[in-house]
């Protein structure tokens, strides 16, 4: 049975496509009317997902709420740069519906999702041995459907959605496939965008893990509950942040190959804070 969400996100993703690729083929008018549905589907898409967010009751999701919000916020403001005819307005068609078209699959079969994160226990479980760390997956049945790699000090790393990169490839394929340059610039771009996905969760997640086995900062600080610290410092201060800078730092390097794809992001960040106004 399909749910409000399920319908939702179909809407939005068939609706944007139909615009991107009308778009493409000149038809403005019939585009953005097509374009105008998709990000409304999007908005409520989004507001569904806040409202289920603040009703489980967890803290944790509270702030998952507040993104769903701001991002819903942000699909008005598409809608609004639409209707006044943005220079650019196709190509935040484009992204927004690669971007779909990559996470469509995922949230629709959550099996996928399940199979790509124990993909990626194993492989990590691997390469943690390589590194002479003994790691053990524990089922997705006791870890409430995921994947946690446990250490024989007790420490454990669990294998959620973030680890998988999905989000950030998705995003990043819809920008660089909105980009105006040739298909052979743009199969480059994508290329790129999923080996630094990979390596900088890779990266992420070695550390992390090798944190926790070791237990690398909760003794340094003489805290009693030693692995909850090394989590908080390893994942939460130094992972978080050490994806954020790497991410700007493909971004930047990615735009010295694409520049159309940066002078995009400037233009509407440009229009967001008011400094440029769309015709």
Do not use: K
Not at 35 to 56: D, Q
Not at 80 to 94: D, G, K
Not at 127 to 155: C, D, H, K
């Amino acid at each position: 049975m399909f749910t409000i969400f399920d319908l939702s996100l179909l809407g939005s993703t068939v609706l944007l496509v139909f615009g991107s690729v009308l778009f493409a083929f000149g038809d403005e008018c019939r585009g953005r009317y097509l374009s105008l549905g998709g990000f409304s589907f999007v908005i409520v898409t989004l507001v569904w997902l806040a409202i289920r967010y603040v009703t489980a009751g967890r803290t944790d999701q509270y702030f998952w709420a507040l993104i769903a919000t701001a991002a819903s916020i942000l699909c008005l403001y598409a809608i609004l740069l639409h209707s006044r005819n943005w220079e650019r307005a196709p190509q935040l068609t484009t992204t927004a519906a690669v971007t779909l078209l990559v996470l469509v699959p995922f949230e629709l079969v959550p099996a996928l999702e399940l199979a790509l994160q124990e993909a990626l226990a194993n492989q990590f479980t691997h390469l943690f041995g390589w590194l002479g760390i003994q790691a053990v997956i524990e089922p997705s049945a006791s870890t409430g459907g995921m994947y946690r790699l446990g250490f024989a000090n007790g420490g454990n790393i669990t294998i959620t959605r973030g680890c998988t990169g999905i989000d950030a490839f998705a995003l990043f394929s819809g920008l660089v496939l909105a980009t105006r340059t040739s298909w052979r610039n743009r199969a480059i771009g994508l290329a790129f965008v999923l080996v630094a996905v990979a390596l900088i969760n890779s990266v992420r997640i070695v550390f992390v893990g090798a944190a926790m086995a070791r237990d690398w900062f909760g003794p340094l600080i003489g805290a009693s509950n030693t692995l909850d610290v090394t989590y908080l410092i390893a994942e939460v201060a130094i992972g978080q942040t050490f994806v954020i800078l790497a991410a700007v730092v493909g971004f930047l390097y990615l735009s010295r190959w694409l520049p159309d794809m940066r002078a995009f992001v400037l233009d509407l960040f440009d229009t967001v804070v008011n400094r440029e106004q769309p015709s």
